[in-house]
């Protein structure tokens, strides 16, 4: 009994310090001291931390502190998005998605992390319905949806996307994305072993 409740502090004393750690490495990325935050996020990225993943995935994209790799970049990214990660998958979404490189894997990531509340990927994925793809056809009442779930909270450049996305709108399909966005609730800890249930659901709930 006496080594179990050993075991148990032991294990605890090593999750709230890992905790500061990473909080640590979270505020000197903040205070843009990449050097500190690059030593910190490091060994908590190796260990399988999502959110250091994320945070060295994005230092690596742009080149913060340390040399621009692109590819090492994705391979943390991916990390941290099969872990649920929105902000990681968001990231992937527009990598893949932007310079239309790999589409449905774009899409994929893109939905994962619109629908546990990532506003930036609910925007750009209203936006790529309401343009269409070879891979996706438009569908103004989800581009609607998407694009109003972005603009909550009255942020004034999403809700002015929303204003020029609703001219190209019938009232019809105004009112049906409107009925979706406040029938959503997010979704917390996505997956892409989930993504394929989860599509096929949205798909009939938004044909209802």
Not at 69 to 74: C, G, H, K, N, V
Not at 116 to 139: P, V
Request: glycine content about 6%.
């Amino acid at each position: 009994m006496r080594a179990c409740l050993c075991a148990a502090a032991i294990l605890l004393t090593a999750q709230f310090s890992a905790a500061a750690d990473l909080k640590s490495a979270e505020s000197a990325y903040k205070r843009k001291d990449y050097a500190a935050a690059l030593k910190e996020f490091t060994p908590a990225a190796q260990q399988g931390n999502a959110e250091a993943q994320y945070y060295l995935g994005k230092m690596y994209l742009i080149g913060q502190g340390v040399r621009t790799d692109r590819q090492r970049a994705i391979k943390l990214f991916k990390a941290s998005a099969n872990q649920g990660n929105a902000d990681a998958q968001f990231f992937l979404g527009t990598i893949y998605l932007l310079p239309h490189k790999d589409i449905p894997q774009g899409l994929m990531w893109m939905r994962l992390s619109a629908e546990q509340g990532n506003q930036d990927a609910q925007l750009l994925l209203g936006q790529t319905y309401l343009q269409g793809l070879k891979e996706l056809r438009r569908d103004p009442v989800l581009a609607d949806k998407w694009l109003r779930l972005a603009a909550r909270n009255n942020l004034p450049f999403y809700g002015l996307q929303l204003q020029g996305a609703e001219k190209q709108m019938s009232p019809a399909d105004i009112e049906k994305g409107k009925a979706l966005a406040e029938a959503w609730k997010p979704k917390h800890d996505l997956r892409p072993d989930g993504e394929l249930a989860l599509k096929n659901r949205s798909a009939h709930t938004d044909s209802q």
